[in-house]
């Protein structure tokens, strides 16, 4: 489901996005459901048993490396682009980390995004995030998409795109040891739609 708000040739301002976050508090959000903001435009998306099994193994990867209060999931960071508040999947973030001026976390800070595809925002996820991701230069970006039953695995952001981009299978391993994140991402476990 998406619901526009704003005029996407508006300049975006940190204040345009903190507005409309501030309407979404005061609708009603179907429990169950995640919301971000992708380009100015609204979109909830239901949580699917097989969406947070997926999110909870690589929680559960990241975790061998990367200390609790590093690893997010559903936490409004703002990107780079025309008002982009997402609430990625999972996220992990950098040694030395800091919360900015509002007490949110900073992109500059992250070293690993993955999100999970779900039918009605798969777009969203290889489109502008995707975009997105490689201006604010994430080293590594992960989609797991449980239709295609495979990963893909984006790295070594340059000029707002991914110089590199693997697709792994789900039940092979997914090597991020050359990369900041310095593990191997099993996919043995990751359920299929």
């Known amino acids: 489901m998406t619901i526009e708000l704003t005029d996407r040739t508006e300049m975006a301002s940190s204040s345009e996005l903190d507005d409309m976050f501030e309407r979404l508090e005061q609708m ?9 903001i992708v380009g ?3 979109y909830m998306s239901p949580q699917r048993a097989t969406h947070w099994e997926t999110i909870l193994d690589i929680v559960e990867h990241l975790r061998t490396k990367y200390p609790k209060k590093r690893v997010l999931s559903d936490v409004r960071i703002d990107f780079p682009g025309h008002l982009n508040g997402f609430a990625s999947d999972v996220v992990a ?3 030395g980390c800091s919360k900015d001026e509002k007490g949110r976390w900073r992109y500059q800070d992250i070293d690993f995004v993955a999100e999970v595809v779900s039918e009605s ?4 996820d290889y489109g502008p995030k995707k975009t997105a991701y490689a201006l604010a230069e ?5 989609i797991a998409d449980p239709y295609t039953g495979r990963c893909r ?3 070594h952001p340059q000029d707002g795109d991914y110089k590199i981009d693997l697709t792994v299978a ?5 090597d991020l040891t050359d990369t900041v994140v310095g593990l191997t991402l099993s996919t043995e476990d990751f359920p299929r739609d």
């Open 28 to 36: 009603h959000i179907p429990e169950g459901y995640k919301v971000e």
């Open 40 to 42: 100015g435009t609204i």
């Open 93 to 95: 973030m950098a040694e």
């Open 121 to 124: 925002t798969a777009p969203n």
């Open 138 to 142: 994430i080293p590594v970006y992960v």
């Open 153 to 155: 695995v984006f790295t």
């Open 170 to 174: 789900y039940g092979m391993p997914v």
